[in-house]
């Protein structure tokens, strides 16, 4: 069955950097677009990222534009974020989702991993 | 950029039929999905391109989409039902996902 589960989050102050990962498995990894999602606390869903099926194609929103860089590495499965710059307003659940279907629903999704930013 | 519009909240009683709206600029001609999402858990994908459902997801969850709104129908709500719900589209102008603010499904 397809799982994904992401790791790294985790306490850090402003300015601070983490690099989360997410390891797929139960389907043919590289045959899929990724992305990452995220939800402040309290609050809605925010897409953050997509990448394609290699790392030559790749999205952010405004918000972690020059911040965030997205990365996959289909010989082992897995998804990568990561945040450099970070700052209280990335405070939330990040979510990988695997992207589906010509109109690029998300069918399958983790179970999210806590970054916090405080000092 | 692409703006999806959904209530707040919802409330129903149990057994009736909760309708929830997304409103976006002629979303008809986008393919819409719908993710419910409980307290505590990952979101789950109940409606896919406007109408259709998952495998593990009951047939009392309906989707349509026309004009400006799309539209999750859930039939005969049971207490099960009470979650968030976020419609989704892919914004092609853009090259970015857009979701929808959420709405509060409350089982009375």
């Known amino acids: 069955q397809v799982q994904l589960v992401e790791s790294g989050g985790g306490l850090v102050k402003p300015g601070g950097s983490l690099n989360l990962s997410c390891a797929a498995s139960?389907?043919?990894?590289?045959?899929?677009?990724m992305t990452w999602i995220r939800q402040a606390p309290g609050k809605g869903l925010e897409w953050v990222s997509h990448?394609?099926?290699?790392?030559?194609?790749?999205k952010y929103a405004d918000s972690v534009k020059g911040r965030f860089t997205i990365s996959r590495d289909n010989g082992k499965d897995s998804l990568y974020l990561q945040m450099n710059s970070l700052r209280a307003d990335d405070t939330a659940v990040y979510y990988c989702?695997?992207?589906?279907?010509?109109?690029?629903?998300?069918?399958?999704w983790g179970q999210g991993t806590l970054v916090t930013v405080s000092s | 950029s692409y703006v999806l519009t959904q209530p707040p909240s919802l409330s129903v009683a149990p057994g009736e039929t909760a309708r929830i709206t997304c409103g976006g600029n002629?979303?008809?001609?986008?393919?819409v999905h719908w993710y419910q999402q409980k307290p505590g858990q990952a979101p789950v994908l109940v409606i896919y391109?406007?109408?259709d459902r998952p495998s593990a997801i009951p047939e009392r969850f309906s989707g349509s989409n026309s004009g400006n709104t799309a539209t999750l129908t859930i039939s005969r709500v049971e207490a099960g039902a009470e979650a968030d719900y976020y419609c989704?589209?892919?914004?092609?102008?853009?090259?970015?996902?857009?979701f929808g603010g959420g709405t509060k499904l409350t089982v009375l």
């Open positions: 139960g389907f043919t990894f590289s045959d899929y677009y």
């Open positions: 002629n979303i008809g001609i986008k393919s």
């Open positions: 989704q589209v892919w914004d092609s102008n853009s090259d970015h996902w857009v």
């Open positions: 990448i394609g099926y290699g790392s030559d194609y790749t």
């Open positions: 989702a695997r992207v589906s279907g010509s109109s690029l629903y998300l069918d399958y």
């Open positions: 391109s406007d109408s």
